[in-house]
């Protein structure tokens, strides 16, 4: 297909005036030059919250994903989020696209239908003969008529012809349904399985209770307890049992048990509920509901919710024509603005607290959980640290508590450890918080974690059945420290993948060691930092695991999914080498071979062996069907691998493969993501790659330069310094960039420097249709590397 900018100039040539307008526009191509220059301020002014769409991902299933998202009604960060419901309860798919009935509308705190809820509650409206269960109770619905925004989701539920509403807040939300006349209008709280109790208070008009659903991660004593209050009286009251068994008893506690309350209501009656929640206390509920919701109106707590979504999303104004990459780039911000998910409450004289997870205690301080460090280690939180300092310092602090708490860091957190993932990636992100100028928090006390995880196996938390929650520390690391890798046959899984993982945050601890003055661990943790050395065999030219004795683990087959390497393949493994790109350019040959070896991951066709899986996982389905090769963004491992031609003496390159992927792998629909969302990391990719730059080395304060996707972008540093990016002459065809000043001076690097950008100033990008291959093709222009490019 040609692109805009071929469009618009051929109709500039041969359409004229008026008619030239009418034409274009019944025709819904684009206006000729012109009239595009008339457009060129699209996006000032408008609210950008709505063109948020909270359905962008969802269209997804166990086999394949387009983000396994799901439309979260929240503020940002917020400790609660409400999401409709059409799957069934204890299904991490609670809602899909394609689903034809919604069951309820539930507080979740589900952070991947991997990683599955806890603490979740369902309420549903229904007429006519009261329907408990799940399947009984649901009412087909249809997008035509379902409202998603961040700030609010409403939908027509056809068999009980009621219209549902819900407003968010971070602890409570509010409710409106919108009932036709009926005698028997009914308001269904399902309080789900693995422990629950409802308690009916017809004079305070409330129903009160907890709920104890979980997926691991949680002490013997955990509840969420809830308080719901209604704005009207009840005519019926029921409770029901773990038999689904309805009685006129007020209290009902068991297995899995709800509460009914019903009401007799003319046509356009609308009943309102204020909803709030506790990990604490009942009486830490009600405060939350007073603190957050009290005397507001549905409309006061939607406008409130709006703007705090508003205010948030206005830190980055994209100015630029095309409507849907903006509806994308901030469908992308609204899911980076999600996770970590707050724990911490305010209790009645105003001090933090939370519960723990971790001791099953309330404690002091903040606390944040359900992220998976292995996945936003990468982006997200270099994206805090660049806009969001004040909030990754508050993360920061939670994550002394934890260690404090619990003895070790976090890696996946959902709400406690869990048992996911590899890698030392906490280490990596305190570091490049810290290293990024954030302050406020105990960095010494953190460091000390981060050296226990690097030295010691012993100890580890477990899980409720006794089981060592591997994926807490390092797992392997007596054998990495010994012989500088986790060896293949030692029964230690995914151990090639270990390896550089830990090879990138023994940097991360050597730059932090550096920068807290302890000389001789900056020393040690550098070397071992080169460990990924260890793996990369020359002969096949990837990394590859290796056994104990030295020997290489035989068979070989590059394409062979997991056993060395996690959700992936050597192809995709080879590249994670983030602290010295320089090192393995020397490895792999030198820039020329290293550029090819790049250019083969979209050459190669996407062949795999899923062996080790014994079925077709959906990472790899997910790499096999976009028609780019071995390259697989829909996870996280091989993401940054297109910025690495920046440091092979090729950024023109990587220039269009970073559009391409901004262009074919995104939308803001149900299909928007090529692969997981993950707590915003997929999300941050493209924030950060459309602004034209990525942060590939951790703890260094670099981000390497990509392709501009927008024409203007106006972006409100954390000092309220402003920072303004321009691509001129920027377009579908026009990806490579001729050059690149910053405040007005030529900027010849490959890369951009997180200081400066925040001093603000205007940053300016000419493209063109052409690579300009003089441009940052210089060795002295490649970002940082551990391995001083060759010559100097």
């Known amino acids: 297909m040609m692109g805009r900018e071929t469009l618009r100039n051929s109709l500039s040539r041969t359409l004229r005036g008026a008619t030239t307008m009418l034409l274009a526009v019944s025709l819904s191509l684009p206006l000729p030059a012109a009239a595009q220059s008339a457009q060129r301020n699209a996006g000032e002014g408008e609210a950008l919250v709505d063109l948020v769409n909270p359905l962008m991902g969802t269209d997804s299933e166990f086999a394949l994903s387009y983000g396994n998202t799901y439309p979260a009604v929240a503020v940002p960060w917020g400790m609660n989020f409400w999401t409709p419901v059409t799957g069934e309860m204890g299904s991490g798919w609670g809602y899909t696209y394609d689903a034809h009935k919604i069951s309820g509308i539930k507080q979740t705190h589900q952070p991947s239908p991997w990683m599955n809820d806890y603490a979740a509650f369902e309420l549903m409206a229904v007429t006519g003969p009261v329907r408990i269960k799940q399947e009984e109770r649901a009412?087909?619905?249809?997008?035509?008529?379902?409202?998603?925004?961040?700030?609010?989701?409403?939908?027509?539920?056809?068999?009980?012809?009621?219209?549902?509403?819900?407003?968010?807040?971070?602890?409570?939300?509010?409710?409106?349904?919108?009932?036709?006349?009926?005698?028997?209008?009914?308001?269904?709280?399902?309080?789900?399985?693995?422990?629950?109790?409802?308690?009916?208070?017809?004079?305070?008009?409330?129903?009160t209770g907890y709920v104890r659903n979980n997926s691991g991660g949680v002490p013997d004593n955990f509840h969420n307890y809830f308080v719901l209050e209604f704005d009207r009286d009840f005519t019926v009251t029921r409770t029901w049992d773990e038999n689904f068994q309805l009685h006129d008893e007020l209290k009902s506690?068991?297995?899995?048990?709800?509460?009914?309350?019903?009401?007799?209501?003319?046509?356009?009656?609308?009943?309102?509920?204020k909803v709030a929640s506790s990990f604490i206390s009942p009486e830490q509920a009600l405060l939350n509901l007073e603190r957050e919701v009290g005397g507001k109106s549905f409309e006061q707590t939607e406008?409130?919710?709006?703007?705090?979504?508003?205010?948030?999303?206005?830190?980055?104004?994209?100015?630029?024509?095309?409507?849907?990459?903006?509806?994308?780039?901030?469908?992308?911000?609204?899911?980076?603005?999600?996770?970590?998910?707050?724990?911490?409450?305010?209790?009645?004289?105003?001090?933090?607290?939370?519960?723990?997870?971790?001791?099953?205690?309330?404690?002091?301080?903040y606390l944040y959980t359900d992220n998976g460090f292995w996945d936003t280690w990468r982006a997200v939180f270099p994206f805090f640290a660049l806009m969001y300092p004040d909030f990754d310092s508050k993360v920061m602090q939670g994550l002394v508590n934890t260690y404090e708490e619990s003895g070790w860091l976090p890696e996946w957190a959902s709400p406690g450890h869990r048992n996911v993932m590899i890698g030392s990636n906490s280490a990596i992100i305190i570091a490049d918080t810290y290293l990024n100028g954030v302050r406020g928090f105990d960095v010494e006390k953190l460091y000390e974690a981060m050296v226990k995880n690097a030295t010691t196996s012993e100890g580890r938390p477990r899980d409720d059945r006794g089981r060592v929650i591997n994926a807490v520390g390092r797992e392997g690391v007596e054998y990495y420290n010994r012989l500088g890798y986790v060896p293949y046959?030692?029964?230690?899984?995914?151990?090639?993948?270990?390896?550089?993982?830990?090879?990138?945050?023994?940097?991360?601890?050597?730059?932090?060691?550096?920068?807290?003055?302890?000389?001789?661990?900056?020393?040690?943790?550098?070397?071992?930092?080169?460990?990924?050395?260890?793996?990369?065999?020359?002969?096949?030219?990837?990394?590859?695991?290796?056994?104990?004795?030295?020997?290489?683990?035989?068979?070989?087959?590059?394409?062979?999914?997991?056993?060395?390497?996690?959700?992936?393949?050597?192809?995709?493994?080879?590249?994670?080498?983030?602290?010295?790109?320089?090192?393995?350019?020397?490895?792999?040959?030198?820039?020329?071979?290293?550029?090819?070896?790049?250019?083969?991951?979209?050459?190669?066709?996407?062949?795999?062996?899923?062996?080790?899986?014994?079925?077709?996982?959906?990472?790899?389905?997910?790499?096999?069907?976009?028609?780019?090769?071995?390259?697989?963004?829909?996870?996280?491992?091989?993401?940054?691998?297109?910025?690495?031609?920046?440091?092979?003496?090729?950024?023109?390159?990587?220039?269009?493969?970073?559009?391409?992927?901004?262009?074919?792998?995104?939308?803001?629909?149900?299909?928007?993501?090529?692969?997981?969302?993950?707590?915003?990391?997929?999300?941050?990719?493209?924030?950060?790659?459309?602004?034209?730059?990525?942060?590939?080395?951790?703890?260094?304060?670099?981000?390497?330069?990509?392709s501009p996707l927008f024409d203007r972008v106006d972006l409100t540093m954390p000092n309220g310094k402003a920072l303004?990016?321009?691509?001129?002459?920027?377009?579908?065809?026009?990806?490579?960039?001729?050059?690149?000043?910053?405040?007005?001076?030529?900027?010849?690097?490959?890369?951009?420097?997180?200081?400066?950008?925040?001093?603000?100033?205007?940053?300016?990008?000419?493209?063109?249709?052409?690579?300009?291959?003089?441009?940052?093709?210089?060795?002295?222009?490649?970002p940082f590397s551990m391995s001083a490019p060759a010559g100097q």
Do not use: C
Request: proline share 5%; glycine share 8%; aromatic share 12%.
């Open 139 to 207: 009412s087909w619905f249809s997008h035509m008529a379902e409202v998603s925004k961040p700030y609010k989701y409403q939908v027509y539920l056809a068999d009980h012809d009621v219209t549902a509403e819900v407003v968010p807040t971070s602890r409570a939300a509010q409710f409106r349904f919108t009932f036709p006349e009926s005698d028997d209008a009914h308001i269904v709280l399902d309080a789900y399985n693995e422990g629950s109790m409802v308690t009916i208070d017809p004079k305070r008009r409330r129903i």
């Open 253 to 273: 506690e068991g297995g899995h048990v709800g509460a009914v309350v019903s009401f007799k209501t003319e046509k356009g009656d609308q009943v309102g509920v």
């Open 303 to 365: 406008a409130a919710a709006r703007a705090e979504w508003e205010k948030e999303l206005s830190r980055i104004r994209v100015t630029d024509s095309d409507l849907d990459n903006r509806k994308t780039f901030y469908s992308a911000l609204y899911r980076m603005l999600l996770f970590p998910r707050p724990l911490h409450e305010i209790t009645a004289d105003g001090e933090t607290v939370h519960y723990s997870p971790y001791n099953g205690k309330v404690e002091d301080g």
């Open 489 to 706: 046959d030692v029964g230690i899984n995914e151990n090639a993948a270990r390896t550089l993982e830990y090879a990138t945050a023994d940097f991360a601890l050597s730059r932090l060691a550096a920068a807290l003055g302890k000389t001789e661990d900056a020393r040690k943790y550098a070397k071992q930092a080169q460990n990924y050395r260890n793996l990369y065999d020359a002969e096949s030219g990837w990394m590859r695991g290796r056994n104990q004795d030295g020997s290489w683990a035989t068979p070989f087959n590059p394409y062979k999914w997991g056993d060395a390497f996690t959700e992936g393949n050597a192809l995709h493994y080879s590249w994670s080498v983030m602290q010295d790109v320089q090192g393995l350019i020397d490895l792999m040959g030198g820039d020329q071979k290293f550029v090819e070896r790049l250019d083969s991951i979209f050459t190669t066709p996407p062949i795999f062996d899923d062996s080790y899986y014994g079925q077709t996982i959906h990472e790899i389905r997910e790499m096999q069907i976009v028609d780019m090769g071995q390259y697989a963004h829909g996870n996280q491992p091989i993401q940054h691998m297109i910025y690495l031609y920046n440091w092979a003496g090729a950024p023109w390159k990587g220039q269009y493969h970073v559009r391409n992927v901004l262009e074919k792998l995104y939308s803001h629909g149900p299909i928007g993501y090529p692969g997981d969302e993950d707590n915003g990391q997929t999300s941050a990719w493209y924030v950060f790659s459309a602004l034209g730059f990525y942060p590939v080395t951790p703890a260094v304060g670099e981000y390497a330069i990509g």
């Open 724 to 782: 303004t990016i321009i691509a001129e002459n920027n377009s579908d065809e026009n990806v490579y960039i001729q050059s690149v000043t910053f405040n007005g001076q030529p900027h010849e690097v490959t890369w951009l420097d997180r200081e400066a950008l925040q001093q603000g100033g205007t940053l300016t990008f000419v493209m063109g249709p052409e690579p300009n291959k003089q441009w940052g093709a210089g060795k002295d222009a490649a």
